[in-house]
């Protein structure tokens, strides 16, 4: 029985079927064939552009340096591409959700209509690519204000709802799966490097904290953030991103993540003596974008560690000992800071 075709669908509610109706194209919906199919049908259209180009399924990004009007002819002429490919294989392209960005720090930018089947694509200023916010110039501001948004707002769901629980751990738990998790998603990416960015997220977790020990009776042991952290057993949000940065320099190293042109950005101290002990060359930046660029900030984190003597080894390919030790080190740091 072939997988594509001879297939039916029905639609069922409490008891209640409708009557089946075929299917002509598409595929199995949760199926594992499915995504396997569709990478295999879409996998040639990044070799026909001449522009770099990111997919994610069936997200595709087109991107190039612009200088001059002629780049952005180029990028032009690739959406064209996309376009012809798309009516080729008899796939139909949203266009309204479609839309060109520039990122760039310059206060004058280069700004150019491209379109997509004679329709001009909307300019945004900040988009959204899987649940993050990119601003033109990568400052993540309106990513920090709509998660720290979200968290107070769901914090404040989770105290209204627990009033009744009788152990920490609970409410704690309820805290880690709906509210850190949303202050932490894809953390590498956007960490934040002011400190009233920073501030704002861990006031999140403050809160939640400060909620627990007034609560369980508390309030006149634990006076501080500090103790309260070491009674709880939790760590800082800011010390938790340092050890999501330190786990993913990791997987670069050892090809757990799939990131050539991060790897080869990577400049391991050769030459390692006594004046220069980093394990990581970092060359200087003259300006906060490029100084805090995550890989950038990921080998300096790893640096200070291993400039203060502490037992990590990145370069041992057992990951579960080298987690082990960050953690343990990080979380000594939080007890005798």
Not at 37 to 49: G, H, S, T
Not at 82 to 100: G, H
Not at 232 to 255: C, N, S
Request: glycine share 4%; net charge positive; with cysteine.
């Amino acid at each position: 029985m072939s997988y594509l075709e001879n297939r039916t669908q029905l639609v069922a509610v409490k008891g209640f079927t409708s009557a089946p109706i075929s299917a002509t194209s598409g595929v199995p919906q949760g199926s594992h064939l499915g995504p396997l199919f569709f990478v295999v049908f879409i996998n040639d259209l990044p070799n026909r552009l001449s522009s770099q180009a990111l997919l994610y399924a069936d997200d595709l990004k087109i991107f190039t340096r612009v200088d001059d009007v002629s780049q952005c002819l180029a990028l032009q002429k690739d959406l064209n591409v996309v376009v012809e490919w798309c009516s080729d294989n008899k796939m139909s392209l949203n266009v309204d959700k479609c839309c060109a960005v520039s990122f760039t720090a310059k206060k004058t930018k280069l700004t150019y209509t491209y379109n997509i089947l004679d329709k001009p694509l909307c300019r945004k200023e900040t988009i959204r690519d899987l649940g993050v916010l990119f601003d033109e110039q990568l400052t993540f501001r309106p990513h920090y204000d709509q998660i720290v948004k979200k968290g107070n707002r769901l914090l404040g769901f989770i105290m209204r709802t627990t009033k009744d629980f009788k152990k920490p751990k609970s409410t704690l738990c309820l805290f880690y799966s709906f509210v850190r998790s949303v202050l932490e998603y894809c953390c590498p990416i956007w960490s934040p490097f002011y400190r009233n960015h920073a501030d704002n997220l861990e006031r999140i977790q403050k809160r939640c904290l400060r909620y627990l020990s007034r609560k369980h009776n508390y309030g006149r042991a634990l006076n501080n953030y500090g103790e309260r952290l070491i009674k709880f057993d939790v760590m800082p949000l800011e010390t938790r991103r340092k050890r999501y940065d330190l786990l993913y320099l990791h997987k670069i190293l050892h090809f757990t993540v799939d990131a050539p042109g991060l790897l080869s950005a990577i400049n391991v101290n050769i030459r390692h003596r006594s004046r220069n002990p980093n394990t990581f060359d970092i060359q200087v930046y003259r300006n906060n974008t490029s100084y805090y660029n995550p890989l950038v900030r990921m080998c300096r984190t790893y640096n200070e560690l291993s400039r203060g003597g502490k037992d990590i080894d990145i370069f041992n390919s057992n990951f579960s000992q080298y987690k082990k030790a960050i953690s343990n080190t990080l979380k000594a740091e939080v007890i005798s800071p």
